[in-house]
């Protein structure tokens, strides 16, 4: 595994980086072929997917892209708690993507039946290595509480699931969720940690700490097999780390 920490200035700078970021991962990809990105929930994202609408959207070939998700809310697309809806709000309703490119989790249906056929979508759309599916480019946020996707601490066990996604619920709300699990997170070319603000600095310490005496959380499981492993964080979320050179 190659981690590779970075810490921005500003949302923005952290923004154009993994915009960037697209567009040198699809130069490695052959023509003909589409580069696979799993989308994921949360505010740094909705922030990432608005400067991306502003700034990238006839700058990237979004029809050599296709579009999944780490994880979804089971509610219908159109509300509020979907991520599907907040993708497609801050950036997928601005975009030329051709419609078949997208390959929402339906919350809409129920979910036993929802984390079976997604995984065949995901086995029918993504290249696979080692027989697993494996993202070119795999989005994730990181809660307080240590969880990425919808594998929360109180259920940290999924993360090791021999299944490639699965349904659980939120440990607080009871919501149900469908979530991919760590067989094909860490299959992943390429995972990407979105984390921002002072809030999450305490958590962002315990995963990244060197003496790696750290409590075990989700998040901290996260190991790309053969993939690089970024975190891109603002000065607010790196508070807690030494020796970090901030991007220009
Ligand atoms: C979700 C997300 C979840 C999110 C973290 C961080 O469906 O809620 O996938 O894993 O990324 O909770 O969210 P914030 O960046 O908003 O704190």
Known sequence: MNEIIKVFNS???????????????????????????????????????????????????????????????????????SNYKMAFDSLIKNISIPEENIFRIFGETDPSEEEMRYKFVLKGNIP???????????????????????????NISLFNSDEICLNTKHPESGQERITLTGKVINNSKNIYFFVTGKKKSKIVKEILNEDNSNKIYPASLVEPTNGNLYWLLDKGAALGLKNIRNEK
């Open 11 to 81: 949302r923005n700078l952290l923004s154009d980086f993994f915009a960037k970021e697209i567009l040198k991962k699809l130069d490695l990809i052959d023509e003909g072929n589409f580069l696979s990105i799993a989308f994921s929930g949360g505010s740094t994202p909705k922030n990432v997917f608005e400067f991306i609408s502003s700034n990238y959207k006839d700058k990237i070939p979004w029809e050599r892209i296709k579009i999944f998700w780490s994880d979804e809310r089971c509610v219908p697309p159109d509300d509020d708690e």
């Open 128 to 154: 696979l290595i080692n027989k697993i599916p494996s993202f070119d480019i795999m989005m994730l946020g990181l809660g307080d509480d240590g969880h990425t996707a919808s594998i929360f601490p109180n």
